[in-house]
């Protein structure tokens, strides 16, 4: 569980967030007095797992989101700006993981298109999106949700489309940052480890609350935090 102070008045959206980590990331973001907007492709899934969050004591917003659409992207920009006008905090993490131990050369270029658009281009595009609003307030912090399958320095050949994109995630990851020095909006990856959620099964050794942990932490960095780097347990790795 993440020790940083109350941060009452922060605004974040967390993708993915009906089930799993990212649900807890919105369960621990809340706790300490962040405003989250919950968002998923399935707008009965997201407003139950609200009602699960209002049912602990905790606030949210839902919005229903598709990663893979640009429309869909825009249509939650809009809102977010309409209702509150700033975005503080944008987590990431909404990923799909759809191949099996194929290889590269003969992977299906739709699972590959589906793959990388949701797990690269969608963080993106909400990068994208939502920057201009994080610069208006000069505060934000980004989180990408990545895999130590995404790791350069220690590449396997099986799972290509999930490995490519988090590689793609990655980069782009230490791009922005550099595009962003000294504005005060501070873009991470993190690997949340092996986790037991639906993706992960459950023979994983870490908790979802472990596994959120390091994406709460670096959402609530304070001003001067890390820029452009890659964590796992709050502590950098290799690219």
Known sequence: MSDQTPQ??????????????????????????????????DENKGQSAVRRLEAEGLEADYYPLDVTDPGSIQRLRDFVERQYGRLDILVNNAAVY????????????????????????GPLLLTQAFVPLMRKNGYGRIVNVSSGIGELSDLGSSWPAYRLSKILLNIQTRIIARELRGSNILINAMCPGWVRTDMGGPGAPLSIEEGADTIVWLALLPDGGPQGGYFRDRRPIDW
């Open 8 to 41: 009452t008045g922060r605004i974040a959206v967390v993708t993915g967030s009906n089930r799993g980590i990212g649900f807890e990331v919105c369960r621990q973001l809340a706790q300490r007095g962040v405003r989250i907007i919950l968002t998923s492709r």
């Open 98 to 121: 759809l191949d099996d131990r194929h290889s590269l050369l003969a992977v299906d270029y739709d699972l590959l298109r589906l793959t990388m658009d949701t797990n690269a281009y």
